[in-house]
């Protein structure tokens, strides 16, 4: 199909609309003489399917000469209009000539038609099958109602239902057996139904977006002439209503796939499921209750009909809730019970605070059914928005409360704490369906909810900005105080040394050995302490860091460490001063613990720069066993790392070594 579709199409224009054209007059021609042969209304919906299914198909062809679901649509009109003609043609007293071979025709097909109008049904909307697997069900199919045509193409044994005046062409022995296979054989148009049906539902779940809204018109479809079907073997004891209703599913089609984009189905769908059912169950529960009493208990008929009546009034309003559950879970997808939201908001609240925002908006969006969730947070004159569903927020400017989003689909809820606004949420509905009286309440539930968890991460980054600032004061008085050991008290006690050697070289010039050697000996303690002081100021904040950058820094923390050290440093340029310090202390200190306390042979130091920010490892192969206890040093860095906004993360299992990760954010 495929294959012709794409030659098809390589056709020049005239040829291409002449073939359409050649196609439409033939099914006209069949399908306008069979009417003119006279009416049947048991053959009336093969009449109805040839002409609406062609003609839809002829269309998407012309508009999309490649598209296969349009040549599965001709292909199915085409056999629905010979199986209209020659059935018609047979039904027709008199009979006419070759009337046997021409009702044949009529009949035979049907298991194929059938068949032909699965797999339409399964490939809906891009006439591609979901998998491998639904392939095979659908040749699977396609054989089944081969050998279904073979049988009845052989045998009468579908004649005796259609009323065809020309008897069957063929006598061959075996018809009794080939009847009774028959009989059981026919349950495999159920089959072939249900078949349509899971493939169209399993379709519905897997899709989104443009796939979805396509579907939806089928299900609309398929559900009106479902619910047809039924009222008519119910209220009449026939199926010719949903058959005649038939011709629903292809112009559905049509608009699914050429203008999908033009019309929003979903409140039609949820409305028409919802009067459906209650107009099947009401007509059943009313005949079952008037007819099945009646049977059993001999009660006039107005009382039973007033019980009846009573029932279904009692009844009526439960029945009708869990049907628009029903529908609204069809249709949008399962929601969330006012109960659920408020427990998935709870249990987010332990979530990321980068993340948690965009879990408030995915819980208002499932409570309520919306289409659209946006978070916004500032104050009345100017809110920016800070999450969303289904996408993501893009770059949005800041517009005051009075600005957010305006329309009849739009439902704006400020976020108000202590009289003070702290922004606000936006829901847009499905179109025509309004904000019930409970969702209208379950929402302002959760904008407070929201409110609390917008004061939260307020007063979290006022807390982390606060400890920032801490952190970049004492890494400043840690500077200054460096700054002034190194070019006061360390220089003047150089220029002390220098003048006790002048000293100790004029003491043993002077021929005064015990003066000479007394000087030399307070020089070299001088030497030392300037030595300490120099290690002092190092350790407060080492000069190279300031001057050479962090890669200088830890290679000298490397060189001057008591276990071996495996060092790898990638960080480009220069990064802030309080991060650069941050890692540096906390490689110092890992690698000073891992020599004291670790008894490991070798340290490794991971620093590289990423789109996340600065990331840190650190590892060895000691004993492990480190814990993060109050007022230990791995403590003190897991509060020096949290103030700038990051995790430190420890793992250290007895036995198998030490293992510090963080990433510092550089932004």
């Given at each position: 199909?495929?294959?012709?579709?794409?030659?098809?199409?390589?056709?020049?224009?005239?040829?291409?609309?002449?073939?359409?054209?050649?196609?439409a007059?033939?099914?006209?021609?069949?399908?306008?003489?069979g009417?003119?042969?006279g009416?049947?209304?048991a053959?009336?919906?093969?009449?109805?399917?040839?002409?609406?299914?062609?003609?839809?198909?002829?269309?998407?062809?012309?508009?999309?000469?490649?598209?296969?679901?349009?040549?599965l649509?001709?292909?199915?009109?085409?056999?629905?209009?010979?199986?209209f003609?020659?059935?018609?043609?047979?039904?027709?007293?008199?009979p006419l000539?070759?009337?046997?071979?021409l009702?044949w025709?009529?009949?035979?097909?049907?298991?194929?038609?059938?068949?032909?109008?699965?797999?339409?049904?399964?490939?809906?909307?891009?006439?591609?099958l979901?998998?491998?697997?639904?392939?095979?069900?659908?040749w699977?199919?396609?054989?089944?109602?081969?050998?279904m045509?073979a049988?009845s193409?052989?045998?009468?044994?579908?004649?005796?239902?259609?009323?065809?005046?020309?008897p069957?062409?063929?006598?061959?022995?075996?018809?009794?057996?080939?009847a009774?296979?028959?009989?059981?054989?026919?349950?495999?148009?159920?089959?072939?139904?249900?078949?349509?049906?899971?493939?169209?539902?399993?379709?519905?779940?897997?899709?989104?977006?443009?796939?979805?809204?396509?579907?939806r018109?089928?299900v609309?479809?398929?559900?009106?002439?479902?619910?047809?079907?039924a009222?008519?073997?119910?209220?009449?004891g026939?199926?010719v209503?949903?058959?005649?209703?038939?011709?629903?599913?292809?112009?559905?089609?049509?608009?699914?796939?050429?203008?999908?984009?033009?019309?929003?189905i979903?409140?039609?769908i949820n409305?028409?499921?919802?009067?459906?059912?209650?107009l099947?169950?009401?007509?059943?529960?009313?005949?079952a209750?008037?007819?099945?009493?009646?049977?059993?208990?001999?009660?006039?008929?107005?009382?039973r009909?007033l019980l009846?009546?009573?029932?279904?009034?009692?009844?009526?309003?439960?029945?009708?809730?869990?049907?628009?559950?029903?529908?609204?879970?069809?249709?949008?997808?399962?929601?969330?019970t006012?109960?659920?939201?408020?427990?998935?908001?709870?249990?987010?609240?332990?979530?990321?605070?980068?993340?948690?925002?965009?879990?408030i908006a995915?819980?208002?969006?499932?409570?309520?059914?919306?289409?659209?969730?946006?978070?916004?947070?500032g104050?009345?004159?100017?809110m920016?928005?800070?999450?969303?569903?289904?996408?993501?927020?893009g770059?949005t400017?800041?517009?005051?409360l009075?600005?957010?989003?305006?329309?009849?689909?739009?439902?704006?809820?400020?976020?108000v704490?202590?009289?003070?606004?702290?922004?606000?949420?936006?829901?847009?509905?499905?179109?025509?369906?309004?904000l019930?009286a409970?969702?209208?309440?379950?929402?302002?539930?959760?904008?407070?909810?929201?409110?609390l968890?917008?004061?939260?991460?307020?007063?979290?980054?006022?807390?982390?900005?606060?400890?920032?600032?801490?952190?970049?004061a004492?890494d400043?008085a840690?500077?200054?105080?460096?700054?002034?050991?190194?070019d006061?008290?360390?220089?003047?006690?150089v220029?002390?040394?220098?003048?006790?050697g002048?000293?100790?070289?004029?003491?043993?010039?002077?021929?005064?050995?015990?003066?000479?050697?007394?000087?030399?000996?307070?020089?070299?303690?001088?030497?030392?302490?300037?030595?300490?002081?120099?290690?002092?100021?190092?350790?407060?904040?080492?000069?190279?860091?300031?001057?050479?950058?962090?890669?200088?820094?830890?290679?000298?923390?490397?060189d001057?460490?008591?276990?071996?050290?495996?060092?790898?440093?990638?960080v480009?340029?220069?990064?802030?001063?309080?991060?650069?310090?941050?890692?540096?202390?906390?490689?110092?200190e890992?690698?000073?613990n891992?020599?004291?306390?670790?008894?490991?042979?070798?340290?490794?130091?991971?620093?590289?720069?990423d789109?996340?920010?600065?990331?840190?490892?650190?590892?060895?192969?000691g004993?492990?066993g480190?814990?993060?206890?109050?007022?230990?040093?791995?403590?003190?860095?897991?509060?020096?790392?949290?103030?700038?906004g990051?995790?430190?993360?420890?793992d250290?299992?007895?036995?198998?070594?030490?293992r510090?990760?963080?990433?510092?954010?550089?932004?």
């Amino acid at each position: 199909m495929a294959t012709a579709a794409n030659a098809y199409d390589e056709a020049p224009p005239a040829a291409r609309e002449a073939g359409l054209g050649l196609v439409a007059l033939v099914v006209a021609a069949l399908v306008s003489y069979g009417w003119y042969l006279g009416f049947h209304l048991a053959n009336a919906h093969n009449g109805l399917i040839a002409a609406s299914w062609t003609a839809v198909g002829l269309y998407v062809v012309r508009m999309r000469p490649r598209h296969r679901e349009g040549w599965l649509f001709v292909a199915t009109g085409v056999g629905h209009a010979v199986m209209f003609f020659g059935r018609q043609y047979g039904l027709h007293t008199g009979p006419l000539p070759a009337a046997s071979w021409l009702g044949w025709i009529g009949v035979w097909p049907l298991p194929l038609a059938i068949a032909a109008f699965g797999w339409t049904l399964m490939a809906f909307p891009d006439g591609r099958l979901l998998s491998r697997r639904w392939l095979g069900l659908a040749w699977g199919m396609v054989a089944v109602a081969g050998v279904m045509a073979a049988v009845s193409a052989l045998w009468p044994a579908d004649y005796d239902r259609t009323g065809l005046v020309a008897p069957h062409p063929f006598d061959l022995p075996g018809a009794v057996t080939a009847a009774r296979v028959w009989e059981y054989a026919q349950f495999s148009y159920l089959l072939f139904q249900a078949l349509g049906t899971v493939a169209i539902v399993v379709r519905l779940r897997r899709a989104g977006g443009d796939e979805a809204r396509r579907m939806r018109w089928l299900v609309f479809a398929v559900v009106m002439d479902i619910l047809i079907l039924a009222a008519g073997l119910v209220i009449f004891g026939s199926p010719v209503p949903g058959l005649l209703a038939l011709p629903l599913v292809p112009v559905a089609a049509a608009f699914g796939i050429l203008r999908h984009r033009l019309y929003d189905i979903d409140p039609v769908i949820n409305k028409t499921i919802v009067v459906g059912s209650m107009l099947l169950l009401v007509t059943a529960g009313y005949v079952a209750l008037v007819v099945g009493v009646g049977g059993l208990v001999p009660v006039e008929e107005r009382w039973r009909s007033l019980l009846a009546t009573a029932v279904v009034a009692v009844v009526f309003e439960p029945l009708r809730r869990r049907a628009q559950r029903l529908a609204d879970r069809l249709v949008y997808g399962p929601r969330a019970t006012p109960y659920e939201a408020l427990s998935r908001l709870s249990a987010q609240l332990t979530a990321a605070p980068e993340e948690l925002l965009d879990g408030i908006a995915a819980t208002v969006a499932s409570a309520l059914g919306a289409r659209e969730v946006v978070v916004w947070v500032g104050d009345e004159a100017c809110m920016a928005p800070r999450a969303g569903w289904p996408q993501p927020v893009g770059r949005t400017d800041p517009a005051p409360l009075s600005g957010l989003h305006h329309g009849p689909r739009w439902h704006v809820r400020p976020i108000v704490d202590q009289g003070t606004a702290r922004g606000a949420i936006a829901v847009r509905k499905p179109p025509g369906e309004p904000l019930t009286a409970a969702e209208e309440r379950l929402l302002q539930d959760l904008v407070a909810q929201t409110g609390l968890v917008i004061v939260q991460q307020e007063q979290a980054q006022q807390l982390q900005a606060a400890a920032r600032r801490i952190v970049s004061a004492e890494d400043a008085a840690r500077r200054r105080l460096e700054r002034d050991l190194h070019d006061g008290v360390q220089l003047r006690l150089v220029t002390l040394g220098l003048e006790l050697g002048a000293l100790a070289e004029q003491a043993k010039a002077s021929g005064d050995g015990l003066l000479a050697s007394r000087a030399k000996d307070a020089r070299a303690q001088l030497l030392e302490a300037t030595a300490d002081l120099r290690e002092l100021a190092r350790g407060l904040h080492p000069i190279v860091l300031a001057q050479d950058g962090l890669e200088a820094a830890l290679a000298a923390v490397a060189d001057r460490s008591a276990i071996p050290v495996r060092l790898r440093v990638s960080v480009g340029s220069r990064l802030p001063r309080e991060i650069e310090a941050t890692a540096y202390f906390l490689v110092s200190e890992s690698i000073t613990n891992a020599a004291r306390h670790s008894a490991a042979s070798v340290v490794t130091v991971d620093v590289t720069t990423d789109d996340g920010g600065l990331r840190i490892v650190v590892a060895d192969d000691g004993r492990g066993g480190a814990r993060l206890t109050a007022g230990s040093g791995l403590q003190g860095l897991a509060d020096r790392v949290a103030a700038l906004g990051a995790r430190l993360e420890l793992d250290s299992p007895a036995g198998s070594g030490t293992r510090l990760r963080t990433v510092l954010p550089c932004g």
